[in-house]
């Protein structure tokens, strides 16, 4: 079974849903993907996930089954189902961002970045390390390497990002991680705007072989594959002036 495995989700108040989830089963169609994951990265006080796990904010023809208290399927007739994973966003003092994937935990904005990694890894989450422009460079760099010394490669990840654009090439710092032996995953990270909905899916990740049994709880799966598997990026960056124009909205 091929998968589809964007890792670095938001869902926003202004989104239209329908528009969201066609652009996604799209992308995952394109690709010949049996089956899609979505991790999602929830800011405070947003929680998409609640509501879908109640059928609720979702088009009529979706139907909703919840596998565990982290994880649901999303179907819709001639499409791949959709597994959507629970997962917060922590925004911390140095201004670095953590994932914390696979939780219904919440975690408190402000905190130092490693606090929110171990706190993660408390809760049993997946944490990641978001790389972002300027958060990953100048006086912040020297956080991000620290951060890398300190961790251990096996229970943190480094998320890349749509927002990364096309012209820039791979930065020192992310090139070191992977020296490292950090595992790189690769997400959308969409913007709140309205018109950014449609661009979930545009940067993920690709797992050739892989075997999801939907009668078992499924957020221990999808966690092993992340871990285990190899993940080859898909999609594309941002252009030019689509970032010019990101980085203005940010």
Known sequence: MKLFIDSHVHVYPSYNIDAFLLALRTRITRTNASCGILFLAERMGLDAFASWAKGENLPPD????????????????????????????????????????????????????????????????????????????????????????????????????????????????????????????AGSDPLPPRYEQVRVGEYADLVESAEIDFSSPLTPQVVSILTGKTLVHTGRRARFFEFLRRMIIK
């Open 62 to 185: 979706t139907s909703v089954t919840r596998s565990d208290s982290c994880s649901l399927v999303l179907r819709r007739s001639g499409y791949p189902a959709i597994i959507i994973v629970s997962g917060r966003q922590i925004a911390c003092s140095e201004r670095i961002e953590i994932l914390a994937l696979a939780t219904r935990e919440t975690f408190q904005d402000g905190i130092k970045a490693q606090d929110a990694i171990s706190s993660a890894l408390a809760s049993g989450a997946v944490p990641v390390l978001a790389w972002g422009v300027g958060k990953w460079l100048f006086h912040r760099s020297k956080i991000v390497e620290s951060i890398l010394k300190a961790s251990d490669p096996d229970k943190l990840f480094i998320g890349d990002s749509s927002l990364r654009p096309v012209f820039w090439k791979m930065p020192v710092l992310l090139s070191h991680a992977v020296s490292l032996g950090y595992k790189v995953l």
